[in-house]
Every structure is written in structure tokens, then in C-alpha cells.
């Protein structure tokens, strides 16, 4: 999939746009998804629901493992470091770490508008041909 359809992409990806997220970068193997936290993406805590965090990470990794050819998301973990909080900028950026036969390892850091580290996401994609 050639870099001017990963808006397209973007969005076609209803989750996405029901949040309110933006795809802010989209280059060879890397992308950037944003979000401004809101009352409705928080969790009994009041902080950002892990959710919501985990969601923009696997966007910014999907636009990232599509910008050369079609892929699907194999295996991911996250781990959460600090809380989003509401008024947060949340930015989840995807870069190419490895191949690895027909996968691929991508790193996702989501850090805040302070450059703060919130959560470290690592997806492994798969490449997948076209069914006829």
C-alpha cells in the first residue's frame, strides 16, 4: 500500500475517528496517531483508560505496518507507565524496529504533551497477500 493511502486508511478506521484521534505522521514504517484526552476516555480513576491509550498505539502501528504492503497485527504488549490525564495531548508513535521473516517488529512509544513517556507498546506484524 503506497504512504497516500494510509490517510485513507486512517480514516476508514471507525474506532479512530469515534475517539477523536489524528493521524499526525505517516511515512515509510513510522506513524503518528494523536489524541486530546477527554472526560469520555477516562476510567473510574479519572485517568486515560488504558484502552484508549492501547487504541491509539495499535493505529499508529497498523498505519506504520501498511505503509509498504498489507499487513496484520500478530502479537502486541503494552506496558503503561504513567497516567494520561484529561487535557493530555497523547501522541503514540510507531517506528520500524526489525524484520523478521514474513513479520516485522515495530516499537510505539505514547508520550504526552511534556514529552512525558505514558506507555511502551511492541507490535509484531505479519505480511499478508491479497486472497483472490
Do not use: W
Not at 503514540?92 to 516499537?107: C, H, L, N, Q, W
Not at 504533551?113 to 507490535?123: D, L, S, V, W
Amino acid at each position: 500500500m503506497d504512504l497516500a493511502n494510509m490517510n485513507d486508511l486512517f480514516q476508514q478506521d471507525a474506532v479512530m475517528q469515534m475517539i477523536g484521534a489524528k493521524l499526525t505522521v505517516s511515512g515509510h514504517r513510522s506513524a503518528s496517531v494523536s489524541l486530546t484526552v477527554k472526560e469520555n476516555h477516562t476510567q473510574g480513576h479519572g485517568t486515560c483508560h488504558g484502552a484508549i491509550i492501547f487504541a491509539i498505539a495499535d493505529s499508529a502501528f497498523a498505519i506504520a505496518c501498511n505503509s509498504e504492503q498489507s499487513a496484520v497485527g500478530q502479537h502486541c504488549n503494552i506496558s503503561y507507565i504513567k497516567p494520561g490525564k484529561i487535557g493530555d495531548t497523547l501522541t503514540a508513535t510507531a517506528i520500524f524496529k526489525a524484520p523478521s521473516g514474513r513479520s516485522e517488529i515495530y516499537d510505539i512509544t505514547i508520550s504526552n504533551q511534556h514529552n512525558e513517556i505514558i506507555a511502551e507498546f511492541r507490535g509484531i506484524s505479519r505480511l499478508v497477500t491479497k486472497q483472490k
